[in-house]
């Protein structure tokens, strides 16, 4: 499947994280709109999504072809 629009909305289902995540292609910007591990990350680690977070590297992997992503990805 080749992604032809500049925004994309992805559905990412890892084993016990659930997201909603919105890329740009052209600016290679991700922002993570709805995460059920949201709480944890906020919390323990960081105001905002890491680039390391599962949830942003599926989305890598699935958007830029990288390699097959580790997660259930799905466009909306």
Sequence with gaps: MELIAEVVKLSISLKNIRALVVVDILNRDF????????????????????????VVVAAKDFVFKRREPKADVRVI
């Design 31 to 54: 922002k993570v709109v709805d995460c059920t591990n949201i709480s944890f990350c906020r919390r323990y680690i960081s105001k905002r999504c890491l680039p390391q977070c599962p």
